[in-house]
């Protein structure tokens, strides 16, 4: 397979030969590329000039560098180094500094800068990281607006066993749908108790959960196959930020009450632990008044099902009329004029929508969830910031 691959002298050419084709004015040329009227008349003038080669950059770097650090103190730095290993360079420079704190000490990037340079610092794995919202979390106006899941920490039965519960609650009434204690975090259970939920309450428009499987995932919009089938249903899956639990302050305050209420002392097993759950749904959702619903008013007395029953088949995605509509084939790749273009594996049999913006560009759907923008002159799809 062919990959498209763009650098700086390469979009500076493709300027150029757009320029030589005369389709396009100068100005229009610049918003295209990205760069402004000025950069764009000193390219031309540049290859009317010097041809194709004076385009290229001419090197800033100094013949000499005045400020280089002097050996003895590159000397000391690794020293410091190899005499505390996990020191990194902030440690090092503050040791130099209370060494001596009337000398002028390089900066922690110019140690970090030596101690790389004489091959001491180990590079990081960068961490595959789940991907932004694109819309804000919505507010729950009325019961089924948006509801809450999670896997409550895991802890272990009398009999050793580990047990996941997995809740689900409406953010408006406060009541909790499920507690149900799984033996892991897998797939199957997890959609398995939202189909019992969405039979018995109907569909919510939105489930807000955090960024772990199997609600989230580091693919392209942090698509999973649970989230997936979620959006078939015309279900919106929400997803806090990372690091701010306090997005689902209410479903996390209700774990709190769930733990003091069932964890303690451990059940024997797997069977027992379900009946206090079952015990603590009944009490919290009909016996124990919640101070934010009113006086003496208790979850059951709020909460109503969905007017959404949930069908037992997927309906098809259906994108406005103005899209154009692409299958996502074998490897995760959509065609557009002919090229490919990487999404996900997990869409693999599944139609996406592109909305047309300007130029060359494309803003990618799955369902009512927008996955980023596809630039087809880098032959990608742009993630959202």
């Not at 040329?29 to 950059?57: H, N, P, Q």
């Not at 084939?329 to 300007?358: A, C, D, F, S």
Request: net charge positive.
């Amino acid at each position: 397979m062919n990959w498209k691959v763009t650098c700086t002298m390469g979009e500076r050419t493709a300027f150029i030969e757009a320029w030589l084709s005369r389709r396009f004015t100068v100005t229009e040329l610049c918003i295209r590329y990205g760069v402004s009227r000025k950069t764009g008349y000193k390219w031309i003038a540049r290859f009317k000039s010097l041809g194709m080669t004076g385009l290229e950059d001419a090197s800033r770097a100094r013949h000499s560098q005045s400020h280089q650090t002097a050996d003895a103190i590159v000397a000391r730095i690794l020293e410091l180094k190899n005499q505390y290993p996990d020191w990194g360079p902030v440690t090092i420079r503050s040791a130099l500094y209370r060494s001596a704190t009337d000398r002028h000490w390089p900066a922690a990037s110019t140690v970090g800068e030596i101690l790389k340079a004489h091959g001491l610092v180990k590079p990081r794995k960068p961490r595959r990281k789940t991907p932004p919202q694109t819309q804000p979390l919505h507010h729950a106006l009325g019961p089924n607006d948006v509801w809450s899941a999670d896997f409550k920490g895991q802890f272990r039965l009398g009999n050793g066993q580990l047990c996941y519960p997995l809740t689900i609650s409406d953010n408006y009434s406060r009541m909790l749908i499920t507690c149900r204690g799984l033996e892991s975090p897998k797939l199957e259970p997890s959609i398995a108790l939202y189909q019992q939920a969405f039979r018995e309450h109907g569909l919510p428009l939105a489930i807000r959960t955090d960024n772990g499987w199997p609600f989230a995932m580091s693919t392209l919009g942090g698509l999973t196959p649970l989230s997936i089938w979620l959006i078939k249903l015309g279900i919106y899956p929400e997803r806090i930020a990372a690091g701010k639990p306090q997005q689902n302050g209410r479903h996390e305050r209700m774990h709190r009450t769930l733990k003091a209420a069932t964890a303690s002392p451990p059940k024997e097993d797997m069977q027992a632990q379900q009946r206090a759950f079952d015990q603590f749904i009944h009490e919290y959702n009909r016996e124990r008044p919640h101070q934010s619903l009113g006086l003496g008013v208790c979850p059951s007395d709020v909460h109503t099902a969905s007017l959404r029953a949930y069908p037992e088949q997927l309906p098809e995605l259906e994108y406005p009329s103005g899209y154009a509509v692409r299958k996502v084939k074998h490897g995760g790749y959509i065609k557009l004029r002919g090229e490919p273009i990487y999404t996900t594996r997990q869409l693999v049999g599944e139609y996406v929508g592109l909305e047309p913006l300007e130029f060359d560009r494309w803003q990618l759907y799955f369902g009512g969830v927008c996955l980023g923008v596809v630039d087809e002159r880098r032959g990608r799809v742009i993630r959202p910031a």
